[in-house]
């Protein structure tokens, strides 16, 4: 059974930085393509950042420089470092991993709120 936790959320003044976590079991974070989904009140669910299984990584035009996917595989964890926070980074956030064999998984979320 594939389960995706994330942590981390949390209130933080514009500016400030916070890490999201995303510990996976049933499945392995380093053969597949990892991704952090966003969704803000009244919004559609947007994709933030994806890291393939290679290594290589995208990400929205609105966090490049900001935030960085990264990875752990001895721990299977995701993570996402998010730095120099805007309030409309305000949002839960999703992980999510696209399997091989194309199905796809989500955690509940976590909750960021940034405050001006």
């Known amino acids: 059974q594939v389960q995706l936790v994330e942590s981390g959320g949390g209130l933080v003044q514009a500016g400030g930085s916070l890490r999201l976590s995303c510990a996976a079991s049933?499945?392995?974070?380093?053969?597949?393509?990892m991704g952090w989904y966003r969704q803000a009140p009244g919004k559609q669910r947007e994709l933030v950042a994806k890291?393939?299984?290679?290594?290589?990584?995208d990400y929205v035009d609105s966090v490049k420089g900001r935030f960085t996917i990264s990875r752990d595989n001895a721990k299977n964890t995701v993570y996402l470092q998010m730095n120099s926070l805007k309030p409309e980074d305000t949002a839960d956030y999703y992980c999510?991993?696209?399997?091989?064999?194309?199905?796809?998984?989500w955690g509940r979320g976590t909750l960021v709120t940034v405050s001006s």
């Open positions: 049933g499945i392995s974070v380093s053969v597949n393509t």
């Open positions: 890291l393939f299984s290679g290594g290589s990584t």
């Open positions: 999510n991993v696209y399997t091989s064999y194309g199905v796809d998984y």
